[in-house]
């Protein structure tokens, strides 16, 4: 399981990474919390932060769920893939929001993976 | 633990539902990205999907807790309840949002069994 | 594991609070869902929910990690020190959003220090 910790932590601490640049963006700018608006660097920093998010808090049960049913190894495979379309797509919605769908489709189709195999194997052991 | 990966699982597909469906309101009503809003459908949407992380980010490990230490089973039984709270929830929000109370009191009911249980089962444990 | 059990759900019990108490600045500024904005107090309640889901969402997954590779006795204890970070956090941010950085550096750093020491621990058991 040192495979899924590894890319777990990994995964932790990219948000953790988005989130301290979101505060980055906060001093460079001047918005004062609790504003969430003000200047387009801090807006479109603030989206891939909350939207990494959504797919955070998707990405580490299905992952270690996958890794007990499936296997530990695959996960941790797929799991990389979910880490690097995360930075593909922080690259590009940072310089262009509408070019942001690639990165997306990565980190979706990764988290896709381990959801809909999970919930195969989850019911194939129960019949 | 199957029926536990199980409901898990299908909490995360129904939030993963959610945020599909703001993407969908996003490109219906024109709201481009970063804005989050601009539209009411897509408001709505955005709130529940918003909503229904700060639901799940409890419920994924309250839920496992219980199903440590105190039965799988009825956990299973319990988060499906609260699934089943959030679609009413979805329903009602996006219908009119000062209806949402009673889906709102299920879900958020089904997590406080599990959270307030698991924590009187935990200190039992110790003393 | 027990002890890792407790600090968990008083993280989340922690988490559920400050959402409710965001439902009851609603209530009480009249800042009807969907809307987010309206009324200052409102707005730093909500913040400061928001801020929390997003240390959560690393906390618990660095917490049992930890806990696992290290040691869950000494997990516990980082662990209560980011309860009483998040606040720390809550009552100076409200308060005052400006003074907000002890509270949050309290809560990043016992998190830092999950994430950071379970990854070495990791690492150092695979070579």
Known sequence: MEYIAIVTLL??????MF????????VKHGVKAPAISGHPEFERMFRIQQNTME???VFVPALWIYAHLVNPLWGAGIGLVYIIGRFVYRAAYFKDPASRSN???IG???TSVLLVWSLVAAVMALI
Chains 1, 2, 3 share one sequence.
């Open 11 to 16: 995964a932790l601490m990219q948000f953790m």
């Open 19 to 26: 989130s301290i640049q979101v505060g980055s963006m906060r």
């Open 55 to 57: 797919q955070l808090v």
């Open 103 to 105: 990165g997306f489709t």
């Open 108 to 110: 979706i189709l990764a």
